[in-house]
């Protein structure tokens, strides 16, 4: 079962969008340099179709995404509330926040707008960072998925 922690209202997680972040507990990957350790604990409330039912009524039409932030110890349940989201809710894209090197062959991608992949490795950096090894895709209207991780790099200017 999926639990949550904490939600937030985001601008920086999804370019372009206006992100409700769902900060999932329980998380397997326990990266070093985590900036979330209490998410490794088995905390929080149920995630669950409810809850997103909730969200909707508190959020309204205030955001355009909905982010699962985590949830890597039961993907299977990530991946049924994103169908739930887009069948119930298609006003908003839905976004996976996942620690893993790659989505599990068991996940539908095509249910998620945006996936992003990845463990925290403090040397290489965060998203905004061009070292990263973190990359964010979005799907694409055929189906695939392109990288836009380097919509958060920032580039100098004179």
């Given at each position: 079962?999926?639990?949550?922690?904490?939600?937030?209202?985001?601008?920086?997680?999804?370019?372009?969008?206006?992100?409700?972040?769902?900060?999932?507990?329980?998380?397997?990957?326990?990266?070093?340099?985590c900036?979330?350790?209490?998410?490794?604990?088995?905390?929080?409330?149920?995630?669950?179709?409810?809850?997103?039912?909730?969200?909707?009524?508190?959020?309204?039409?205030?955001?355009t995404?909905?982010?699962?932030?985590?949830?890597?110890?039961?993907?299977?349940?990530?991946?049924?509330?994103?169908?739930?989201?887009?069948?119930?809710?298609?006003?908003?894209?839905?976004?996976?926040?996942?620690?893993?090197?790659?989505?599990?062959?068991?996940?539908?991608?095509?249910?998620?707008?945006?996936?992003?992949v990845?463990?925290?490795?403090?040397?290489?950096?965060?998203?905004?960072?061009?070292?990263?090894?973190?990359?964010?895709?979005?799907?694409?209207?055929?189906?695939?998925?392109?990288?836009?991780?380097?919509?958060?790099?920032?580039?100098?200017?004179?």
């Open positions: 079962m999926l639990k949550y922690v904490n939600t937030g209202v985001v601008f920086q997680e999804i370019p372009d969008e206006v992100t409700l972040a769902i900060n999932i507990s329980g998380c397997p990957c326990r990266c070093p340099g900036h979330s350790h209490y998410l490794w604990e088995d905390i929080g409330l149920p995630l669950d179709t409810d809850s997103i039912d909730a969200f909707v009524r508190k959020y309204g039409n205030d955001i995404c909905i982010a699962m932030m985590g949830g890597d110890n039961d993907p299977a349940s990530v991946n049924l509330l994103a169908q739930y989201i887009h069948a119930n809710h298609p006003q908003y894209h839905v976004a996976w926040y996942s620690g893993r090197l790659r989505i599990p062959s068991t996940i539908c991608k095509t249910d998620f707008d945006y996936i992003k990845g463990p925290f490795i403090r040397h290489l950096g965060p998203l905004n960072q061009p070292t990263t090894n973190q990359r964010l895709y979005r799907q694409a209207s055929d189906g695939s998925f392109e990288d836009i991780t380097r919509r958060f790099w920032r580039t100098a200017t004179a």
